[in-house]
């Protein structure tokens, strides 16, 4: 990275040193976005635009929102959120009528900053009704694909991991991934109505010689091995996708026909990063307002905060179709296929650091 002369502070983006520097790679991310907005006219998708000022920002317990007060005439204030997924809004258009709708949405999420997160940064959304969760996999390799063509690179990178794009891409469960690369039986772990048990969980893990705090939930012993036993095996080499995630970890998806302890979600890797989750839409409004409160509880008692539910978004979804959905970061993808080292090289004005 370009310094001043003192070599005290990096040199802001916006100096022509540094946007020398930084310009071929935006240049690259205009190529990408153009090649995914054709693929998606040549489909028959409309392209959408989402407000980002919401009544509520999303309702997973660890996703952290930017607030503010939108004023009335008179000065009433009202608490509005920064949007940190188009979701509610482009689920709101399936509810309406559309069909099959993407959407280049810039989103927020506050307490996220590194070579991976900004605070905003754009999301690729978009929605299939009446079509099967599986076919997004497909459209995700089809844009990593993509991608790579367009820019002409033979490997996704990120630092000093590669992914052959074209490579047979594999398709496992989260129960498959955790038995390969931790020895650990997830689905033991989960009753038969989908809760999960943490006392199974914690005694599995410390059998396997794995540390386990006395006040971790079973989603906190979940994501540690995700974190440090299974993520950094996946898209290595080829494109993987990550399915069937327990249903206790998936509030926005139907569960499995054939196993309740799972639901049709799944995530996207390639280099060992995170760069799609998707989704089986689920379309009950009752069931998605317990899996919403239950998310919010759990905020509250961790982070001392809860989100207003979106009732409109809750009454739509009596009126929305049997779906499939899917959030890709953009510019995540953009830096795999330009080799970037960190987010802020590929947004064109990144946010003050």
Not at 78 to 101: C, D, N, Q, V
Not at 268 to 273: K, R
């Amino acid at each position: 990275m370009t310094t001043r002369d003192d070599h005290t502070a990096p040199t802001p983006w916006w100096h022509p040193d540094r946007h020398q520097d930084r310009r071929p790679l935006l240049l690259a991310r205009n190529r990408i976005q153009a090649a995914l907005r054709g693929w998606f006219a040549a489909e028959g998708f409309t392209e959408v635009d989402p407000a980002a000022l919401q009544i509520s920002p999303g309702n997973e317990a660890h996703l952290h929102a930017f607030a503010t007060d939108a004023l009335a005439h008179d000065g009433t204030a009202r608490r509005m959120y920064l949007h940190t997924s188009p979701e509610f809004a482009m689920k709101k258009l399936l509810a309406a009528g559309e069909t099959r709708i993407a959407a280049f949405s810039h989103v927020w999420r506050n307490r996220e900053r590194g070579a991976l997160h900004s605070p905003e940064f754009t999301m690729l959304e978009w929605y299939r009704a009446g079509e099967d969760y599986a076919v997004l996999m497909e459209d995700t390799v089809t844009f990593l694909r993509l991608a790579a063509q367009t820019t002409g690179a033979p490997l996704l990178r990120f630092r000093d991991r590669t992914c052959d794009p074209f490579a047979p891409w594999e398709r496992l469960s989260v129960a498959d991934a955790f038995a390969h690369h931790a020895a650990l039986d997830l689905l033991a772990t989960i009753r038969p109505d989908g809760t999960p048990d943490r006392d199974a969980l914690a005694a599995q893990m410390v059998g396997q010689g794995m540390q386990v705090s006395p006040d971790d939930t079973w989603s906190d012993l979940l994501s540690k091995v995700l974190v440090t036993k299974v993520e950094p095996h996946l898209g290595l080499g080829r494109i993987t996708v990550l399915d069937r995630y327990p249903s206790a970890e998936a509030a926005l998806a139907r569960t499995c026909a054939d196993d309740p302890r799972e639901a049709e979600r799944f995530e996207v890797y390639a280099c060992g990063v995170e760069l799609a989750n998707g989704f089986g839409e689920l379309t009950n409004p009752a069931e998605q307002r317990r899996r919403f409160q239950i998310e919010m509880d759990e905020k509250a008692r961790v982070y001392g905060e809860r989100y207003p539910l979106d009732e409109d978004f809750l009454a739509a979804l009596a009126h929305m179709p049997p779906a499939s959905g899917i959030a890709l970061g953009f510019d995540r993808l953009v830096m795999l296929a330009t080799g970037a080292p960190r987010i802020d090289d590929v947004i064109w004005a990144p946010v003050a650091p």
